[in-house]
């Protein structure tokens, strides 16, 4: 594994690796997270720590389409179709661990509002996950002191997400990948303020890009070479 901070290049050994990873994400103290497949089998999340060893190996459930951890010790994983629909621990569409791989909680709608089917566009900062799901695209707040909010919104189907404050920015819906939406959020709905066109920092238009990472106010995004990123903000 290898890992850029501020500049500073290295490269990080993890040892009796069993798992064609397809997440993965940092974990306080020096730790990280994997989720993945392969000859581990239903163990398929794995924790390592600073040394590059295995510390823990647990099941996640299948289908997962985010994988995201805080700095306050807290894993999200967030799931699409497959899983929520054949998975006891998928079906919850969200759920949250310890950073030990213990599950803490899973989504429950309230009455009369659909369950998730796929999560399409996910932001974590510390003890909070954001999401917007298919069927209905609601925004969903989902904070760790046990706090469940529902919000109306307009934008169908973003690829992501920027949230500061009453603020929030998604990206793509509505069958324009390149289109911005500035909103703000009332108590029970996302009301939009103003619609763009994202372009690249030169101008040139954004023609194709990796799934958008949200952390908070700030949104990621890679295009065509997997060495540059770019990110916005809030």
């Known amino acids: 594994m290898v890992i850029d901070s501020g500049g500073a290049v290295r490269e990080q050994w ?3 690796m069993n798992l064609r990873v397809t997440h993965l994400d940092a974990l306080p103290n020096d730790r990280f997270v994997l989720q993945g497949h392969g000859a581990a089998g239903d163990q398929n999340a794995q924790i390592y720590g600073r040394d590059g060893r295995r510390r823990r190996s647990f099941v996640m459930g299948h289908a997962v389409e985010y994988l995201m951890a805080d ?4 894993v999200w994983s967030a799931y699409f179709d497959e899983g929520v629909y054949s998975d006891p621990i998928s079906a919850d569409g969200l759920v949250r661990w310890d950073s ?3 599950r803490q909680w899973g989504y429950r709608p309230p009455e009369g509002i659909e369950y998730i ?3 399409y566009a996910f932001n974590v900062d510390d003890g909070v996950a954001w999401a917007n799901y298919y069927p209905t695209f609601p925004l969903l707040e989902a904070r760790t002191n046990g706090e469940i909010r529902l919000r109306k919104s307009p934008v169908v189907a973003p690829a992501g997400m920027a949230v500061h404050g009453e603020q929030v920015i998604m990206l793509g819906g509505c069958r324009q990948p390149d289109r911005l939406h500035r909103c703000r959020m009332t108590e029970h709905e996302v009301l939009l303020v103003e619609e763009a066109c994202l372009t690249l920092p030169n101008g ?3 023609r194709g890009y990796a799934r958008p990472v949200g952390r908070g106010r700030h949104l990621y995004l890679r295009g ?4 540059q990123w770019y990110v916005m903000g809030v």
């Open 14 to 16: 993890l040892h009796d």
């Open 71 to 74: 700095r306050r010790h807290h």
């Open 117 to 119: 089917d796929t999560v």
């Open 100 to 102: 030990g791989g213990n």
């Open 204 to 206: 040139a238009p954004l």
């Open 224 to 227: 065509a070479s997997p060495r």
